[in-house]
């Protein structure tokens, strides 16, 4: 009796020692066995939807609410509370056989089949609390085991009352309006929430060449050498890519040779055919080959001069690094780099799917650019595409493109490649949807409104 004496004694210097109530749910499922022994222990208490959802499992650091056995402990406390009213509030052991027989055939599949139930639930200056913690083990519980526990609850309902987490009802409950001023400060806040204001959202942005002229690859060959450097300025016409024409410069002397070989035997035949007429008859067939072989010199002198990529536009070279296309294989029409125009430049903006409230088109957007400090562009939309796509950082974004209002808006113009912050701007709102709509879309995700 002794010792019995001292484990509750102790089991409540423990809870009285508790700083928060994880701890204290951690003792109610776990330490409670030093009284009466059982094989697993839930403290179940209400969510927003008024159903019994378990937050600490004996043995368990967490609880996983998509787990099987977590859904089948929450179904069986709604079930019970659902179908008895008569002793919720009284410590018993549950009827096994009053249960549903579909939530039977789970609870042997899950759990020990006797059960305790132990409410703890109380309501002191008008504020209640609700949990409920249930036992599980093979053997009936007894009446001292049930006396024990009846002890003993009620000291559990003072400490979870203790630790409860006061809500935003309660301190308006508790708070005390004496000073006219509060009143008329709260009344001020509340008509300054119903102010319209625009809707904005920011979002990640990069500035990309408009409309740029792409270089690729005219045939299938090797590249030789890119013969200009990242970021320099090109004209039109200058040569930019050398592909490797050892192959194709045999191919074109090996059409020449045959080319003067056949017209050396049609020039022969000609000559000869003045004194035998049977020659004359491969005068036609050799005019023919003369015209083929002409036609191979062709395709091989322009396949030879295709190795000499020249360019169309004229502009800035966008390419990372030169050296690595050296030797790189490439198949025809293949990427190889951009030419773009500096004063033709757009926008290129990722805007998460969260944030992504009332868009549309020809949205104003004024954009900060991260080394242009004091300085700041506007534009518009120019159009959004219709699926989104997943960011290097694994973000789920639509690509807006939007274009400058005036790029001579400040003296210098912006680089191609530099990023910064863009501020889009949709339809009003009032000043309460604009401050809370992050909270507001996240509660409605949660309840399901």
């Known amino acids: 009796m002794n010792s019995e004496l001292s484990k509750l004694l102790q089991l409540e210097h423990n809870c009285k020692s508790c700083e928060n ?6 003792i109610l499922v776990n330490q409670t066995r030093s009284l009466v022994d059982y094989d697993q222990g839930v403290l179940l208490t209400t969510s927003l939807n008024s159903k019994l959802n378990p937050i ?8 996983d609410s998509t787990s099987p056995y977590v859904q089948c402990v929450s179904e069986l406390a709604n079930f019970y509370i659902d179908t008895n009213n008569e002793n919720l509030n009284e410590v018993h052991q549950v009827d096994f056989k009053s249960l549903d027989n579909s939530l039977i055939k789970q609870l042997k599949e899950y759990s020990p089949s006797n059960i305790l139930w132990v409410p703890l639930k109380t309501i002191k200056n008008n504020v209640e ?7 599980f083990r093979n053997i009936s519980f007894n009446e001292k085991e049930i006396e024990i526990i009846k002890h003993i609850s009620a000291s559990y309902k003072y400490f ?3 630790v409860r987490k006061c809500g935003f009802k309660t301190f308006l409950e508790n708070m005390k309006f004496k000073s006219k001023y509060v009143k008329y400060t709260l009344l001020a806040l509340i008509l300054v929430m119903f102010i319209p204001v625009r809707m904005s959202v920011l979002a990640p942005f990069e500035v990309q060449a408009k409309d740029p002229f792409v270089v690729t690859s005219p045939l299938e060959g090797t590249v030789d050498e890119i013969k200009i450097s990242p970021n320099q300025y090109i004209e039109k016409n200058q040569l930019i890519v050398k592909l490797k024409d050892t192959d194709l410069k045999n191919n ?8 003067d070989t056949i017209k050396a035997q049609l020039h022969t035949t000609k000559q000869v055919g003045f004194y035998d007429s049977d020659r004359k ?6 005019e023919s080959e003369v015209k083929l072989k002409i036609a191979e ?5 322009s396949q030879l001069e295709k190795t000499n990529i020249y360019a169309e536009e004229k502009g800035i070279a966008i390419i990372k690094n030169p050296n690595e296309w050296k030797g790189k294989p490439l198949v025809t029409g293949e990427r190889i780099f951009l030419v773009a125009d500096e004063n033709n430049i757009e926008l290129k903006i990722m805007l998460a799917v969260s944030d992504a409230l009332f868009l549309e088109e020809n949205a104003e957007v004024k954009v900060f650019i991260d080394n242009k400090v004091f300085e700041s562009w506007e534009g518009k939309i120019k159009h959004i595409s219709y699926e989104p796509e997943l960011t290097p950082e694994n973000i789920l974004s639509y690509k807006i493109i939007a274009e400058f209002n005036d790029l001579k808006e400040n003296e210098e113009l912006p680089k191609i490649g530099l990023r910064g912050t ?5 339809q009003k709102v009032s000043l309460f949807f604009y401050l809370f709509r992050k909270p507001i879309t996240g509660l409605r995700q949660f309840i399901g409104w």
């Open 21 to 26: 109530d994880i701890e204290l749910f951690y």
């Open 56 to 63: 600490a499992i004996s043995d368990m650091t967490t609880v």
């Open 129 to 135: 609390i609700e949990f409920y913690l249930i036992l």
């Open 160 to 162: 979870l009352f203790s």
């Open 252 to 259: 074109y002397e090996v059409a020449k040779r045959k080319l």
């Open 281 to 286: 008859t491969e005068i036609n067939r050799l």
């Open 297 to 301: 010199l062709e395709y091989a002198k």
């Open 422 to 426: 863009a501020k889009i701007y949709s």
